[in-house]
């Protein structure tokens, strides 16, 4: 190979800042041995941010992420790339940060967790992680613990990435709850507790979250009322917010409803029933923050698309024509392309796909390029035929 200054002169400096943030994060990964001045370049924070934003305006790099057990019971992870024509690639294995189970994603990175309540924060494209330290539970003289909730997000206040941890506590004899909130801070890489007191005592949370615009959204209960809550916290401020979801005619009767985020929109999915008659809805809020901006951009009938009646949506066709949704089952996930105009559906095929998977979507990022690196947990000696994703 060339030395670095050699190499370095075929290629205008100019050139090289134009081109490289065009690339996909695998070929990056490989840049960085090629000079001191490329590392230097493709690792700085100003590269990193100017990368991520040029992944998620062109859906470079997105993806979806597959996690099964294999025939020895053992957690993989495979990610599988999506293509123009809405065509998922062979699905190739990526090691994952401690075998945790998928939790939240946000601009490439993913937060895990597991029963023992251990997180961590993968950006599984590029192997890299870091463990968060365990932080004790402070329980209230007299309570139990009762749920422990966790959500992740950016807050680009700070340009910082936090894991808020929200644990549940109740008193069984007094018919009492407690909460307890707690942040972690990527930059700072410490936890620290939010002093905002949260604000009902009678409201319990959804467990799955949605991160959007600086803060994370969770689905909430209004007592003895049918207005459907949701309760943002502000991860910038440290402050929590209430939004109505959309409005529920009378005669309506709403069961399952999740919060995703789809496109750059927060997202509102709900099974109705409606004069014996089922659909599946699908809401977006088109302006953040107001409510009266909740539009729904389609609804599903019966025998509309293959396969059982739980959907979730998890991403738009790159042409923004199509949604593929998550058919859940008890086990294992379906795929399934939605055309919203002609209503619609295809199931997606891929032979690479295991046989029982759950999924998240993954879009390329540089993010954590400094952290841990994920090592494989078993001997490649002992799978010759293995093949990663790098």
């Not at 090289?16 to 493709?42: A, E, G």
């Not at 946000?106 to 937060?111: I, N, R, S, T």
């Not at 992680?129 to 909730?149: A, I």
Request: proline content about 5%.
């Amino acid at each position: 190979m060339e030395s670095s200054s050699t190499y370095n002169s075929h290629i205008p400096l100019e050139l090289t800042l134009n081109i490289l943030p065009h690339l996909p994060v695998k070929s990056l990964v490989r840049f960085l041995c090629i000079s001191k001045q490329w590392h230097h370049l493709i690792s700085s924070q100003d590269f990193i941010k100017k990368h991520l934003k040029l992944s998620i305006e062109s859906s470079r790099d997105c993806g979806i992420i597959l996690r099964h057990y294999d025939d020895s019971d053992f957690l993989r992870f495979l990610f599988a790339p999506l293509s123009d024509n809405n065509q998922f690639g062979n699905a190739v294995e990526i090691h994952s940060a401690l075998q945790l189970n998928i939790l939240h994603h946000c601009d490439g990175l993913v937060c895990l967790t597991n029963k023992k309540n251990e997180v961590a924060i993968w950006n599984p494209l590029i192997r890299k992680y870091r463990k968060l330290p365990r932080e004790p539970v402070e329980k209230p003289f007299g309570f139990e613990h009762s749920t422990r909730t966790f959500a992740f997000g950016h807050d680009p206040q700070n340009d910082d990435y936090k894991v808020l941890r929200v644990v549940e506590f109740y008193d069984a004899k007094r018919h009492l709850k407690e909460f307890e909130v707690k942040v972690y801070s990527l930059k700072a890489q410490s936890w620290k507790k939010v002093e905002e007191q949260w604000p009902n005592k009678k409201l319990s949370l959804n467990l799955a979250s949605a991160s959007l615009n600086g803060a994370v959204h969770w689905l909430v209960d209004a007592t003895q009322s049918k207005i459907e809550l949701l309760i943002a916290f502000d991860l910038a401020t440290e402050k929590f917010r209430f939004y109505k979801a959309p409005d529920q005619p009378d005669d309506e009767e709403r069961v399952f409803p999740a919060l995703e985020v789809l496109g750059r929109y927060l997202c509102y999915s709900v099974l109705v029933s409606y004069n014996d008659t089922t659909y599946h809805e699908v809401w977006l809020m088109k302006d953040y923050g107001v409510e009266s901006s909740w539009t729904q951009i389609y609804r599903i009938g019966q025998g509309e698309v293959p396969g059982l009646f739980m959907y979730l949506p998890l991403m738009f066709s790159k042409n923004g024509e199509e949604v593929l949704l998550v058919e859940v089952r008890e086990r294992y996930m379906n795929l399934v392309w939605y055309d919203m105009e002609n209503k619609t559906g295809q199931k997606v095929e891929n032979r690479s796909f295991p046989c029982g998977f759950t999924t998240s979507i993954c879009t390329g990022s540089l993010l954590l390029l400094d952290g841990d690196n994920v090592i494989d947990p078993r001997c490649t000696c002992l799978f010759p035929n293995h093949k990663s994703y790098f």
